[in-house]
């Protein structure tokens, strides 16, 4: 191999190493907001829902904005590829939960939690694709995201389940919440452990 040839690989490596350095730091933050969001939607809904109001209904179309931002932020720092146009798909998905949510809040906490539940059957469907993806040295075997949204997949099914039912109750959206939230948070602090890891075997 000649100089140029090698030197032209290793600058390649550099660029290769630097930009998952970059993707994996940007994750580590956008998880990390992301979870502490949820938790604290989790506390401010636990308080606000007792009557589908004004206020309860605000709080239901945020949730899933929260969503369609954090998969736009998701999106702007993955690179090109079969997992970026997953977390379009998603952040297209949430938007139009909000909005659906919004409309279902007119009619009670039955439709509220049947959209709901839609949404988290695919939103953790989407959420399970992405994490797959994303198995690897550079970010780990991402088990906290596929937790997540595989339970997210099942809680959405029993969701539809327990709208259909005699009063069907929205508390369980802030246990759904505070559960996502701490999955995330986990996720966060994985990362943060893998990136030291690897700067420490650089240094080596």
Do not use: C
Not at 64 to 70: G, K, Q, T, Y
Not at 126 to 148: D, N
Request: proline share 3%; hydrophobic share 50%; aromatic share 8%.
């Amino acid at each position: 191999m000649s100089t140029q040839t090698a030197t032209a690989t290793t600058r390649s490596l550099s660029a290769t190493t630097q930009a998952a350095t970059d993707e994996r730091s940007s994750l580590l933050k956008l998880y990390l907001g992301r979870g502490i969001l949820a938790v604290a939607w989790a506390l401010a809904f636990t308080g606000a829902h007792e009557d589908i109001d004004a206020v309860a209904i605000t709080l239901l179309v945020v949730y899933p904005l929260i969503d369609a931002v954090s998969s736009l932020l998701d999106y702007r720092a993955t690179p090109e590829g079969g997992e970026r146009r997953v977390t379009a798909f998603n952040g297209v998905l949430s938007a139009l939960a909000a909005i659906a949510i919004g409309v279902a809040g007119v009619g009670g906490g039955a439709p509220v939690l049947h959209v709901f539940g839609a949404w988290a059957v695919i939103s953790g469907l989407a959420q399970v694709i992405v994490g797959v993806r994303r198995r690897g040295p550079e970010f780990g075997k991402q088990w906290p995201t596929l937790i997540s949204g595989g339970l997210s997949f099942l809680v959405g099914i029993t969701y539809n389940i327990q709208a259909a039912g005699d009063n069907p109750s929205l508390d369980v959206l802030s246990v759904y919440a505070t559960g996502g939230g701490v999955w995330f948070i986990l996720q966060a602090l994985l990362l943060g452990w893998k990136s030291r890891q690897l700067r420490t075997r650089t240094a080596v």
